[in-house]
């Protein structure tokens, strides 16, 4: 049994019963205290969903963490902020209206949340390390541009890889297709 502040009081209410069901077990709720009774590999789960859930996430976005295929990772921005006035870091990091946070989640395909001192990020696991190098760049002091174009440069580079794959395997094909007509030409014969 686990327990937990949680500062989404209504949200989490609200999402009681489908948290109950993918967490396989009994929630209960005493003001901001959420105590969820299951057993120890969902314990653990669930720390990471609450954890999500305190970021910032919504419910949708903090169940993803309980796929297998995906990452959460969870950084505090003073572990690698070069000035002690973290407010202008934040706002590096968001951006103007939100921009620089939402390029990073579109490149990436990555959900980010920034919640005080913390970032969090939720996606698959190749990319949530990529996101994270950027983020880090970010906090760090390179430019937000320079932190776009490495994260477009990394999908390039793994786009054209893909390709590469692609016309390997379709001149593979091809050569077993030439075979099996070369085959079937010596039966006939």
Do not use: W
């Not at 502040?5 to 069901?21: A, G, M, P």
């Not at 003001?31 to 996430?57: C, H, S, W």
């Not at 395997?169 to 039966?187: G, R, T, V, W």
């Amino acid at each position: 049994m686990i327990s937990v502040t949680i500062e989404k009081v209504k949200e989490f209410l609200r999402n009681k019963e489908k948290l109950e069901q993918k967490l396989n077990g009994k929630i209960s709720i005493n003001g901001k205290t959420v105590t969820i009774d299951t057993d120890p590999f969902n314990e653990f789960e669930a720390q990471r969903v609450f954890d999500a859930l305190n970021l910032g996430f919504s419910v949708e976005k903090a169940l993803k963490v309980l796929d297998e295929e995906n990452n959460f990772i969870k950084i505090n921005i003073k572990d690698f902020a070069n000035t002690k006035n973290l407010e202008v870091v934040r706002s590096r990091l968001i951006g103007t209206h939100g921009k620089t946070k939402k390029t990073i989640e579109e490149i990436t395909k990555c959900d980010i949340s920034i919640h005080n001192n913390l970032v969090g990020i939720i996606g698959l696991a190749e990319v949530t390390e990529r996101a994270l190098t950027a983020i880090i760049n970010i906090i760090k002091g390179t430019k937000q541009a320079n932190a776009y174009k490495y994260l477009e440069r990394i999908n390039a580079q793994k786009k054209s890889k893909k390709e590469a794959h692609k016309k390997i395997s379709k001149k593979d094909k091809e050569s077993q297709d030439f075979n099996y007509e070369d085959e079937d030409s010596d039966d006939f014969q």
